[in-house]
């Protein structure tokens, strides 16, 4: 198997400035999207230049009065195309999403949505790792063998997106320790974590989650994995694992008990 070629060091600052902020009415709930656009920097051309922020306009997330916010649910978000517009089952991407919109719209906070198709590598690229995927390789080795790092994504826009809606702190919204390592490289106040697991997977991305744990570390998923595992890998059973969170340590984007399950 190809090694990964090297990723390491702290992601590019990439500011992003502010362009417009209108209704996002959606099937889920009545949200605001906040448009940005980043003017330079970018050194993958697979990375798009127009981040934007999804929230609640009832549960504003910002900071007013010269006092910065602290402590918002943040989920950072990756766009992911064929999940989201042409409705693939092969990850959990649009169910994340959802969960997201679903948390914020109950509990306040933000989505802050990336142009990262393919964890970074782009759509076309993101289709010829698929279609080794279909040959027997794992979403990690078709990376490889196409040459990218196992997650080419990159977070520099965040701190100044963060900075213009006078968020000081925030609580990571994400399984994924290697998203909390990124950031808070880059300076971001990250003082909890709130886990985002699907209620269910299915047959065409059972691997995929698999991957995501076993090989990139991803928490929080065993209960899922278990659950389909005990329904012969077909059919899987609610875990409602997205929870609000109580404490978590440094070292990872581990579940914890309580709240209420979206």
Same mark, same amino acid.
């Given at each position: 198997?190809? %090694?990964?070629?090297?990723?390491?060091?702290?992601?590019?600052?990439?500011?992003?400035?502010?362009? &417009?902020?209108?209704?996002?009415?959606?099937?889920?709930?009545?949200?605001?999207?906040?448009?940005?656009?980043?003017?330079?920097?970018?050194?993958?051309?697979?990375?798009?230049?127009?981040?934007?922020?999804?929230?609640?306009?009832?549960?504003?997330?910002?900071?007013?009065?010269?006092?910065?916010?602290?402590?918002?649910?943040?989920?950072?978000?990756?766009?992911?195309?064929?999940?989201?517009?042409?409705?693939?089952?092969?990850?959990?991407?649009?169910?994340?999403?959802?969960?997201?919109?679903?948390?914020?719209?109950?509990?306040?906070? &933000?989505?802050?949505?990336? =142009?990262?198709?393919?964890?970074?590598?782009?759509?076309?690229?993101?289709?010829?790792?698929?279609?080794?995927?279909? &040959?027997?390789?794992?979403?990690?080795?078709?990376?490889?063998?196409?040459?990218?790092?196992?997650?080419?994504? =990159?977070?520099?826009?965040?701190?100044?997106?963060?900075?213009?809606?006078?968020?000081?702190?925030?609580?990571?919204?994400?399984?994924?320790?290697?998203?909390?390592?990124?950031?808070?490289?880059?300076?971001?106040?990250?003082?909890?974590?709130?886990?985002?697991?699907?209620?269910?997977?299915?047959?065409?991305?059972? %691997?995929?989650?698999?991957?995501?744990?076993?090989?990139?570390?991803?928490?929080?998923?065993?209960?899922?994995?278990?659950?389909?595992?005990?329904?012969?890998?077909?059919?899987?059973?609610?875990?409602?694992?997205?929870?609000?969170?109580?404490?978590?340590?440094?070292?990872?984007?581990?579940?914890?008990?309580?709240?209420?399950?979206?």
């Amino acid at each position: 198997c190809p %090694q990964a070629p090297s990723h390491m060091g702290t992601d590019p600052v990439l500011p992003a400035k502010y362009v &417009a902020d209108t209704r996002l009415p959606t099937d889920v709930g009545q949200f605001r999207l906040r448009a940005y656009r980043i003017v330079d920097g970018i050194d993958n051309d697979n990375l798009g230049t127009e981040p934007c922020v999804i929230y609640c306009a009832d549960k504003v997330p910002f900071g007013s009065d010269g006092k910065l916010k602290e402590g918002v649910p943040v989920r950072v978000h990756d766009q992911c195309m064929t999940s989201e517009v042409f409705r693939s089952q092969r990850c959990d991407c649009k169910e994340q999403l959802k969960l997201a919109m679903e948390y914020i719209r109950e509990y306040g906070g &933000a989505i802050i949505y990336l =142009q990262q198709e393919g964890r970074g590598i782009g759509l076309a690229n993101k289709v010829a790792a698929y279609a080794m995927q279909d &040959a027997g390789c794992d979403t990690v080795d078709a990376n490889r063998r196409l040459g990218f790092p196992d997650d080419a994504r =990159q977070y520099g826009a965040v701190p100044s997106i963060l900075a213009d809606m006078n968020i000081g702190s925030i609580k990571l919204m994400s399984n994924n320790p290697r998203k909390m390592e990124r950031l808070r490289a880059l300076g971001v106040n990250i003082v909890d974590t709130v886990p985002v697991v699907i209620p269910q997977a299915n047959p065409h991305n059972m %691997q995929y989650l698999e991957t995501k744990h076993a090989r990139m570390n991803h928490q929080n998923l065993d209960s899922l994995l278990d659950s389909s595992t005990t329904n012969n890998e077909s059919k899987s059973k609610s875990n409602h694992a997205m929870l609000p969170r109580r404490h978590v340590s440094r070292g990872g984007a581990s579940a914890s008990s309580g709240g209420v399950s979206l």
